[in-house]
């Protein structure tokens, strides 16, 4: 699987390397909250996350999560991935950033990109995103991203009604 660049930023695909990352930024509150506890509660529940959930999709499809990196200084700030997800018929596009580099345009140019990619290299042009009802930033990103408003739905094994939006 291919790495990708913006101007500020590498989206790097998601590696077992990357567990202590995911275990931190799944664990957030703002990550519990609106999207869900994944009870990642060690190194280990991580790195089987990996395992189980990324690398089956990025192996079958070539195309998963990303961990975002800034240019600057290599510091890993996020992620976004294009994801198969259990309830939907149209691939969900999906980021989550820690609070320190929210409001700053991170998570619009890496989904952006990743969009872009999806398009291009995969053929991939239609694209879902959901989210909860009181998350703004978020339907404001879905939004930018060109993603309209569709219905509610509820994804199995959820009992939260989520927003659906597709392009």
């Given at each position: 699987?291919?790495?990708?660049?913006?101007?500020?930023?590498?989206?790097?695909?998601?590696?077992?390397?990357?567990?202590?990352?995911?275990?931190?930024?799944?664990?957030?509150?703002?990550?519990?909250?609106?999207?869900?506890?994944?009870?990642?509660?060690?190194?280990?529940?991580?790195?089987?996350?990996?395992?189980?959930?990324?690398?089956?999709?990025?192996?079958?499809?070539?195309?998963?999560?990303?961990v975002?990196?800034?240019?600057?200084?290599?510091?890993?700030?996020?992620?976004?991935?294009?994801?198969?997800?259990?309830?939907?018929?149209?691939?969900?596009?999906?980021?989550?950033?820690?609070?320190?580099?929210?409001?700053?345009?991170?998570?619009?140019?890496?989904?952006?990109?990743?969009?872009?990619?999806?398009?291009?290299?995969?053929?991939?042009h239609?694209i879902?995103?959901?989210?909860?009802?009181?998350?703004?930033?978020?339907?404001?990103?879905?939004?930018?991203?060109?993603?309209?408003?569709?219905?509610?739905?509820?994804?199995?094994?959820?009992?939260?009604?989520?927003?659906?939006?597709?392009?």
């Amino acid at each position: 699987m291919k790495t990708f660049e913006t101007e500020r930023l590498i989206l790097k695909p998601a590696a077992v390397q990357d567990a202590d990352f995911f275990l931190e930024l799944y664990n957030m509150p703002s990550f519990i909250k609106y999207i869900g506890d994944r009870n990642l509660r060690t190194k280990e529940d991580a790195e089987n996350y990996i395992k189980n959930r990324f690398l089956p999709q990025i192996e079958r499809l070539g195309f998963g999560n990303y961990v975002v990196i800034l240019k600057e200084d290599n510091t890993k700030i996020g992620a976004v991935g294009i994801f198969e997800r259990e309830g939907l018929d149209v691939l969900d596009i999906g980021f989550s950033f820690f609070e320190k580099y929210e409001g700053k345009g991170f998570a619009y140019e890496s989904a952006h990109k990743l969009k872009e990619v999806a398009a291009k290299e995969f053929g991939v042009h239609k694209i879902s995103a959901i989210t909860t009802k009181d998350n703004f930033s978020s339907q404001k990103l879905i939004g930018r991203l060109g993603l309209k408003f569709q219905k509610m739905v509820t994804i199995p094994e959820d009992d939260v009604e989520l927003m659906y939006y597709e392009n």
